[in-house]
């Protein structure tokens, strides 16, 4: 069960959550309500409802929304979309991704970098002087 309820923290949760019980800490509200109906806070209470009433009554003005002020609004934004700054570079941009695929691809069919092809002193002489018979490569 709560503690009692001090006349000061009662006068503390009027003034910041208003006269309205639903708005209260649920925890104190039992307590609070309570102290309601004593007298020695009927004038906090009516200065809370008062208070209550002129903030509900401002909390939501009612707007009225034009269509020249949208489209002021929406005239306001960027017409071009983001994208079309980078358009001219994206040309040279395919063409550099491309080459770097194809690098890769090449560089997949090569041997690791520490294997050598040996080449014989025939085969170099053969190569040399287009003496290759057809249908045979470099030995590996």
Do not use: H, K
């Amino acid at each position: 069960m709560s503690s009692p309820m001090t006349p000061e923290r009662f006068i503390e949760i009027v003034e910041a959550y208003g006269a309205a019980p639903n708005r209260w800490p649920d925890d104190e509200r039992l307590a609070a309500l309570a102290m309601m109906t004593d007298e020695r806070f009927a004038q906090t209470l009516r200065w809370a409802t008062e208070l209550d009433q002129e903030l509900d009554a401002a909390a939501s003005p009612r707007l009225e929304t034009s269509s020249f002020l949208v489209g002021q609004i929406v005239g306001a934004f960027p017409q071009s979309a983001p994208l079309a700054r980078w358009r001219p570079l994206l040309w040279p941009a395919a063409a550099m991704a491309a080459c770097v695929a194809a690098g890769i691809a090449i560089g997949a069919q090569l041997p690791p970098s520490g294997s050598t092809v040996a080449l014989t002193g025939e085969y170099v002489d053969q190569l040399w002087n287009d003496d290759i018979p057809p249908g045979q490569g470099a030995p590996l």
